[in-house]
């Protein structure tokens, strides 16, 4: 009996390290993550003669909110801004730019933890991201035109959290916002571009409360 005892004290005792270990904000109910980083557009429009249309990469800033469904899952909300030129591929030549346009992206997300991982002493923690938003493009074009343009995209995301303190981890964040350029919102004229694979790197600080 008593050697039953010790190991159920035994057991109670390391209880605490070992779910920190497996699930280190499953005690959390909300999880904040400013971040910053940089955006990689695809090509709006492929035209003739290997001409295309895009934007050049800009700065991306914004902040995720999270509330914990479970100790692995997540609803995540996403809110985001870049902005940089626009430019006409032309062979040869090369870019040109045509324009500028400032971008907000928004979206709601379901998160999933796919574990944690002990290094020293911080915790790994990799996860996937999946949800459906939209991009919202306020364009000027060569100083003359401004026109706006919402379009609907989806998006798939992976990443990690490396805890660094209490409640504090930098999170990692590779996105991938798939969508198509609604270019009869944007200029009247029902013109089909591919569907473009816009991609966002980003690094920030997660708080969890």
Same mark, same amino acid.
């Given at each position: 009996?008593?050697?039953? !005892? ?17 699930? *280190? ?25 290997? !001409?295309?249309? !895009? ?43 045509? &324009? ?25 923690? *990799? ?18 035109? !401004? ?17 660094? &303190? ?44």
């Amino acid at each position: 009996m008593r050697t039953l !005892t010790r190991s159920l004290l035994a057991m109670l005792a390391v209880a605490p390290s070992f779910l920190s270990a497996q699930a *280190p904000n499953s005690g959390s109910v909300l999880h904040v993550t400013p971040y910053a980083g940089v955006m990689l557009f695809g090509n709006y429009l492929n035209g003739p003669l290997g !001409t295309t249309l !895009t934007n050049k990469p800009g700065m991306l800033y914004g902040t995720q909110v999270g509330l914990s469904l479970s100790p692995e899952l997540s609803l995540v909300g996403n809110l985001g801004y870049t902005s940089s030129s626009i430019d006409v591929g032309l062979p040869i030549v090369g870019g040109v730019s045509v &324009g500028h346009s400032s971008t907000l992206i928004y979206d709601a997300d379901l998160e999933y933890q796919l574990g944690a991982i002990r290094n020293g002493s911080s915790t790994i923690t *990799p996860f996937v991201q999946g949800g459906v938003g939209a991009m919202r493009y306020d364009i000027e074009a060569v100083s003359v035109l !401004t026109t706006q343009a919402t379009n609907f995209a989806g998006n798939l995301g992976l990443g990690a959290d490396v805890t660094v &303190g209490r409640g504090v981890a930098i999170r990692f964040l590779a996105r991938d916002y798939i969508g198509k350029f609604d270019f009869k919102d944007a200029v009247g004229v029902g013109v089909s571009g591919p569907t473009a694979h816009n991609f966002g790197l980003t690094a920030g600080l997660r708080f969890d409360f």
